[in-house]
C-alpha cells in the first residue's frame, strides 16, 4: 500500500532558468535513469547500486487528474515518494513552474549505503486539496538494489548497536553509516535547520588523525550521510566520534574510551 505522507507543494512557483542561480546539484555523470513512461512502463537503463544516486524520469502525463489553474497559472504539482527498506519516505519533485506551466523535471534520489530494495510512488495535488495516486494500484513500484564491489559499510546503529566487517581490504571503500541518534545529547535545531553534527576521527596504525562528518542536516532533523573513506594500507583502522552544537555541547562514541577497530587485510 502507498504511505500517507505530508503533502509536499511543488513548483507554487517558477522555477530558475537557465541564466538564473537555482539550488546546487550533482555534476551530470553516468547515473542509471529509471524511466516512468506514459504508457504505463517502468524501466531502469542500469542498475539501482546502493551508495550511489539514480535519477528519475516521470511522464507527467501519467497523473492528468487533479489538475488545475487559476490567474492564467497552473496549480498543481507531481511528488515523488521512496522508501528504502521501508524507512520513512523521502520526497522529491517531479514538476516544476515555468512561466505559468506545470513541466516535468528529473530529480536524483540518492540510495542509502546498506539499501537492499526501494518502493516508489508518485502523488498530484492541486491547491483545493484534489489528490491523485501512481502507486502500483497501492502495491507501489519495487526495485531491488545492488550491493557496490570492492565496498564495505561499517554502521553503527541508533539502538547503540553495531555491525562491523571482521576485516576490510587496503585499496577498497569503507562506508561509514553513523545514525546521529546514538550521540542526541547534542541534538540542536534553529530557523528550521538542524545545528548540531556528528564527525569521524580515524587513524591508521596510531599515525595522523583524520576527520570526516558522517551526517548532513535534512531540514531541523540531523540524518547519516555514508561517507565514504578508501582505505590505505596498514594493519589496523581506529575510528570514534564526536557530536557538537552551535551553542557549545560536546559528546564522545569512543567504545568506552577502546575505540573501534577493524582489521585491515
Avoid at 490567474?71 to 517531479?94: K, L, M, Q, R
Avoid at 556528528?198 to 591508521?204: L, N, P
Wanted: hydrophobic content about 40%.
Amino acid at each position: 500500500m502507498f504511505v500517507a505522507t505530508a503533502l509536499v507543494t511543488f513548483g507554487c512557483a517558477d522555477a530558475p532558468g537557465p541564466d538564473e542561480g537555482g539550488p546546487g546539484g550533482k555534476a551530470d555523470g553516468e547515473l542509471t535513469t529509471l524511466a516512468f513512461d506514459d504508457d504505463w512502463s517502468e524501466t531502469a537503463d542500469g542498475p539501482l547500486v546502493a551508495g550511489l544516486p539514480i535519477r528519475i524520469a516521470y511522464d507527467l502525463d501519467r497523473l492528468t487528474a487533479c489538475r488545475g489553474s487559476t490567474n492564467g497559472s497552473e496549480v498543481w504539482a507531481i511528488g515523488g515518494h521512496a522508501s528504502f527498506d521501508g524507512s520513512t519516505p523521502v520526497v522529491f519533485p517531479v514538476t516544476r513552474l515555468a512561466n505559468g506551466r506545470v513541466v516535468a523535471v528529473e530529480s536524483e534520489l540518492e540510495i542509502p549505503a546498506r539499501a537492499t530494495s526501494v518502493e516508489l510512488w508518485f502523488t498530484n495535488h492541486n491547491r483545493w486539496g484534489c489528490n491523485a495516486y501512481d502507486s502500483n494500484e497501492g502495491a507501489n513500484y519495487t526495485f531491488d538494489i545492488e550491493q557496490r564491489a570492492n565496498t564495505a559499510v561499517a554502521a553503527f546503529e541508533a539502538d547503540g548497536s553495531e555491525d562491523l566487517p571482521a576485516s576490510v581490504r587496503a585499496g577498497d571503500q569503507l562506508v561509514l553509516h553513523y545514525a546521529p541518534e546514538r550521540l542526541d545529547e547534542c541534538a540542536a535545531s534553529t530557523a528550521g535547520n538542524a545545528a548540531w553534527s556528528v564527525t569521524a576521527s580515524y587513524q591508521v596504525d596510531g599515525g595522523t588523525v583524520k576527520k570526516l562528518l558522517v551526517t548532513r542536516a535534512n531540514g531541523s532533523e540531523l540524518v547519516a550521510a555514508d561517507p565514504e573513506i578508501t582505505l590505505p594500507r596498514g594493519a589496523d583502522l581506529a575510528l570514534w566520534f564526536e557530536a557538537n552544537n552551535r551553542y557549545g555541547c560536546h559528546v564522545y562514541d569512543s567504545n568506552n574510551g577502546a575505540n573501534y577497530h577493524l582489521r585491515i587485510d
